[in-house]
């Protein structure tokens, strides 16, 4: 059974930084295709950043430069290195996974999300 956990969200300032955890179970890391997403009040979910299972990145225009996603050395956690904030990147974020060498951006090709971790800038 695939299980997604996130952590790490918190209330920070403008320019301060925060590191989101997920911690995966329940599947093959290397044969997954996982990624972050956010969802702010009102709006659609939204890609962040996304990372196939040979590590390839693809980052949203708005986190470029800003945002790095990693693989812990076990595997089974993922990260998201998130400096220099901004308010507009208030919103809850979510892990995914999608079995597959590589989905993408899209929120709808993935099957499996966690509960989600709320990040506010102010």
């Known amino acids: 059974q695939v299980q997604l956990v996130e952590s790490g969200g918190a209330s920070v300032h403008s320019g301060e930084s925060l590191e989101l955890s997920c911690q995966a179970s329940?599947?093959?890391?290397?044969?997954?295709?996982m990624g972050w997403f956010r969802q702010a009040p009102g709006k659609e979910r939204e890609e962040v950043v996304a990372?196939?299972?040979?590590?390839?990145?693809h980052y949203a225009d708005p986190v470029k430069g800003r945002f790095t996603i990693s693989k812990g050395p076990a595997k089974n956690t993922l990260y998201l290195q998130m400096n220099s904030l901004k308010p507009e990147d208030t919103a809850m974020y979510y892990c995914?996974?999608?079995?597959?060498?590589?989905?993408?951006?899209?929120?709808?090709?993935?099957?499996?999300w966690g509960q989600g971790t709320q990040v506010t800038v102010s």
């Open positions: 995914a996974a999608e079995e597959g060498r590589w989905v993408g951006g899209d929120a709808r090709q993935y099957s499996f």
């Open positions: 329940g599947f093959t890391y290397a044969t997954y295709c």
């Open positions: 990372i196939g299972s040979d590590g390839t990145t």
